[in-house]
C-alpha cells in the first residue's frame, strides 16, 4: 500500500476519532496484508487508559464511516513501548528513551537515545556519541521505551 494512501487513511480515521471520540488519541495506524484480507491495525490512547470498551467504541467509530467495508478492523492499546507519531507524542516523552526508525539517504538506520528536545521541524536526541537532530520528515516509526509507566 503506498505511503500515501495509508497517510490518507490515517486522517480519515483521526477525522472520524475526533467527531466521535474526541478523547481518544490515534498513536498509529497500520494496514496489514492486502486485498479482501487488509487489515487497519489502530493504537489508540484515551487519558484513562485503554480498555475493552474503548476499543469497541474506536472500532464501531470505524464501522460507522465505512472504514469496516474495505478493512478488517483491529484496536490496540499503546502498551509498554507506546509509538510516537505526531510532535504532541513527542513532547509527552521529552526526557525518555526512545528508539526510531529513520531513512538516511536510500538507507534504513535504528537509532535510540534520550529524548532531549521536540522542535518545529526536528526532534534532537541524546546518544552516547552525542546529540543528534533528527528532522521529522526521516522518522519512519518511533516508540518511547520508557513510556508504559504513564500509559
Not at 487513511?9 to 481518544?24: G, H
Not at 522518522?139 to 504513564?150: E, N
Amino acid at each position: 500500500m503506498a505511503v500515501d494512501v495509508r497517510e490518507a487513511l490515517e486522517r480519515e480515521v483521526e477525522a472520524c476519532l475526533a467527531a466521535s471520540l474526541p478523547e481518544v488519541d490515534l498513536l498509529e495506524l497500520t494496514v496489514i496484508g492486502r486485498g479482501d484480507s487488509a487489515m487497519v491495525r489502530a493504537v489508540v490512547d484515551h487519558p484513562e487508559g485503554v480498555n475493552h470498551e474503548i476499543c469497541e467504541r474506536v472500532t464501531r467509530a470505524m464501522q460507522d464511516v465505512g472504514i469496516g467495508d474495505r478493512f478488517g478492523i483491529e484496536v490496540w492499546s499503546p502498551g509498554p513501548e507506546p509509538p510516537l507519531r505526531t510532535p504532541d507524542h513527542f513532547r509527552r516523552a521529552i526526557g525518555h528513551r526512545v528508539a526510531l526508525r529513520v531513512t538516511e539517504g536510500e538507507r534504513a538506520r535504528s537509532r535510540e537515545g534520550l529524548l532531549s528536545s521536540v522542535g518545529e521541524e526536528h526532534i534532537s536526541i541524546t546518544t552516547p556519541s552525542g546529540v543528534l537532530d533528527i528532522p521529522f520528515g526521516v522518522i519512519r516509526r518511533a516508540r518511547d521505551l520508557d513510556g508504559g509507566d504513564r500509559w
